[in-house]
């Protein structure tokens, strides 16, 4: 075990991870501990210092458990899309590694902060494939499609718990960080469907609540919502957007994502995992 580079990997994640966990450096936290003693000690030293710099609710846990499988299944979805060779063209493959080396961090992070120790018992066994529907990997498109939908998803996920986190603030920080992440990935994810489609129809943004599969982009609170905090944003001078056909109505739709809960957000996991 590293010591040194497991608080490498916190410091990448969160620049701060160091003084929250109440040591200003690495050479003060090395002299807490003898040198002989430390890779038998340094452990049990790391857990007790996240559970009080990431302590959390019950309510939180939860939250923190929903996301850890989310981030399980799009790693390994990752994971194994970059391992087959001849998947992904090589102009693409950078993108696809800087992701997988994203969603890698965000479960390196949820573990830490759960206290997850291998055997990781609770993660789930995957079929990206779903029984054969989909041809995962072994078809360019269709890797990339099921990218695009896990990761508008994830966007959609991370926001529905936004509120359950309000009560923990430094863990809602963190997931609305992992929120971002998630909604660059959809938005590269999308460019690159639809450039290899040659689709204009495709963009970085989701407009009205167009998308497939439907239930990323419907549930019960539509993409194509228009009313934020209980404004309506047609109401709204939006300089530059022409009030003519669908053009304001479709910038409206375009300007939130909206949430999945989390019972939404399972019923489009749930049939990638493996029961």
Avoid: C
């Avoid at 689709?199 to 599969?213: A, C, F, N, R, V």
Wanted: zero cysteines.
């Amino acid at each position: 075990m590293n010591l040194l580079n497991i608080l490498d990997q916190f410091q990448k994640f969160d620049g701060d991870a160091i003084e929250r966990i109440e040591y200003t450096s690495r050479r003060f936290f090395l002299n807490k501990i003898s040198t002989k003693v430390a890779a038998a000690a340094a452990p049990a030293i790391i857990a007790g210092s996240m559970n009080k710099a990431y302590a959390q609710s019950s309510e939180a846990v939860d939250v923190l458990k929903f996301a850890l499988t989310l981030e399980y299944l799009e790693n390994e979805f990752y994971n194994l899309g970059n391992k087959t060779a001849g998947l992904i063209p090589d102009m693409y493959k950078p993108v696809f590694a800087q992701i997988e080396q994203h969603e890698l961090a965000h479960v390196k992070f949820l573990e830490a902060a759960l206290g997850v120790t291998p055997p990781f018992r609770d993660k789930p066994t995957f079929d990206f494939t779903v029984g054969g529907t989909y041809k995962a990997f072994t078809d360019f498109d269709t890797f990339v499609f099921l990218s695009h939908a896990f990761e508008d998803t994830g966007v959609r996920a991370y926001k529905g718990q936004a509120g359950t986190l309000i009560k923990d603030p430094q863990i809602l920080e963190y997931a609305l960080q992992v929120h971002s992440v998630e909604a660059r990935h959809a938005s590269i994810s999308r460019k690159i469907l639809a450039k290899i489609r040659n689709s204009k129809s495709i963009k970085s943004w989701i407009t009205l609540d167009e998308g497939s599969p439907a239930p990323v982009y419907k549930g019960s609170n539509s993409e194509a919502t228009i009313v934020q905090g209980g404004v309506n944003l047609l109401d709204l001078d939006l300089t530059g957007i022409p009030d003519t056909g669908s053009v304001r109505y479709k910038a409206a739709t375009e300007a939130f994502d909206e949430i999945l809960t989390k019972e939404e957000t399972l019923a489009i996991a749930i049939p990638f995992i493996k029961m």
